[in-house]
């Protein structure tokens, strides 16, 4: 009874499977049929941003971790707190010791005014002292008396200046270490520099990281791109700046507007994620398709990195763009009317994909221009 049991599951699973293949082969006839014109290429490849590692700058414990995975953060939000108990303290010992170089110098510019104050008298005294040796009316020994206090007074003006100066570079001395150890408490608190979405916590409170180490990783969302790969004589063609097109596998009926952004200059093999052998052995470029900010900015909680989907590039810009390339994402302003459409907007990633979506409506195209499928029921 349970063999019989078994085999009809294995049948049915059998069949189930050889229908999805058969229908998914009807399918990818379907979008076969329609094809980019010529002038428009296109490549498979996924949603990607930058990611930046928040990393402490010092040796330092962790006294607190602020935010967990998937936390939007904004620029210059608090993330991660450092122990600072003895930077605190070296500062503290940093300032006294700027404090007492500030009496030093007081005390320096204090003693050269009393040199300053003697050295006149003795000039003074001095100058009376050639007067009455010129009239012969003072003995020798009185006057080298007076002319060594003079050079006397002056030396002691000098040394006194030398050390103002040094208690003032002592001063600044003191002044620095203070700045430097503020810099280093300022630097054991760790900010996000971007706008963007938590993705690693690699650290937790209590852990001892070394200078470099890493406590979180944070997606750049204002820094959305998509990477294809295209022949050498179509990758050619792409220039910096010329318009693209994104078409998501969970939305294939809106297309984002995107820019060419970066031609590799060398070839490479294309990445696994390319699907068919064929493309894999051949050489290809790297494009990268960026998206631009005012359409990533307004909707970053919508944003998904690592959707898959097409990205075209225009290479002639006298040839229009297909109308399913050009209808663009709803925004929720636009489309409050209906549930289903308000889950869109003109950006890269979408939480879910449209009710009103078809599986009929799913991307697949080869990198060659001249057979890159298209959407089914495309006009």
């Given amino acids: 009874m349970k063999s019989n049991t078994l085999h009809n599951l294995v049948r049915i699973l059998l069949l189930g499977a050889i229908g999805f293949l058969g229908w998914s082969a009807w399918q990818r006839q379907e979008r076969t049929r329609v094809k980019l014109p010529e002038g428009i290429v296109g490549g498979n490849g996924r949603i990607e941003a930058v990611q930046v590692d928040i990393a402490t700058k010092y040796n330092g414990r962790i006294d607190q971790v602020l935010v967990k995975e998937g936390k939007m953060v904004s620029p210059d939000e608090v993330l991660c707190q450092m122990d600072t108990t003895e930077m605190t303290a070296d500062l503290q010992k940093s300032q006294a010791q700027r404090l007492k170089a500030a009496e030093d110098v007081e005390r320096a510019a204090a003693e050269v005014v009393q040199k300053e104050a003697t050295y006149t008298l003795a000039e003074k ?11 012969k009316a003072i003995a020798d020994q009185d006057y080298d008396e007076s002319r060594a206090r003079r050079d006397s007074s002056q030396a002691a003006v000098d040394v006194a200046k030398a050390a103002l100066r040094s208690a003032e570079q002592a001063s600044s001395a003191a002044e620095a270490d203070v700045r430097r150890y503020e ?35 944070v997606l750049d969302l204002s820094d959305i791109y998509m990477e294809i790969f295209l022949p050498s004589q179509e990758a050619a063609r792409a220039r910096i700046g010329s318009e693209a097109r994104i078409v998501l596998d969970v939305a294939p009926q809106y297309a984002a507007r995107a820019r060419v952004s970066f031609v590799s200059p060398e070839a490479q093999f294309t990445p696994k994620q390319v699907e068919t052998r064929s493309e894999r052995d051949k050489l290809m470029f790297r494009v990268k398709l ?14 998904k990195t690592g959707l898959r989907g097409v990205g075209y590039v225009r290479l002639d810009e006298s040839v229009a763009w297909p109308e399913f390339l050009e209808r663009r994402f709803p925004t929720p302003e636009s489309t409050t009317d209906t549930p289903a459409a308000s889950t869109y907007s003109e950006s890269p990633g979408i939480d879910s994909p449209s009710p009103h979506s078809s599986p009929a409506g799913a991307t697949e195209v080869s990198t060659q221009s001249d057979a890159t499928p298209v959407p089914a029921g495309t006009p």
């Avoid at 005294?125 to 009239?135: D, G, I, P």
């Avoid at 608190?189 to 180490?213: D, F, I, N, W």
């Avoid at 359409?295 to 944003?303: A, G, K, N």
Wanted: net charge positive; no cysteine; proline share 8%.
């Fill in 125 to 135: 005294s001095f100058a009376r002292a050639e007067t009455l040796k010129r009239n």
């Fill in 183 to 217: 810099a280093q408490i300022r630097d054991m608190t760790l900010k996000s520099p971007v706008q963007g979405r938590v993705l690693y916590r690699l650290a937790e409170p209590g852990m001892v990281l070394g200078g470099g180490g890493k406590v979180l990783t």
């Fill in 290 to 303: 960026q998206l631009p900010p005012e359409i990533i900015l307004p909707h970053l909680d919508r944003i």
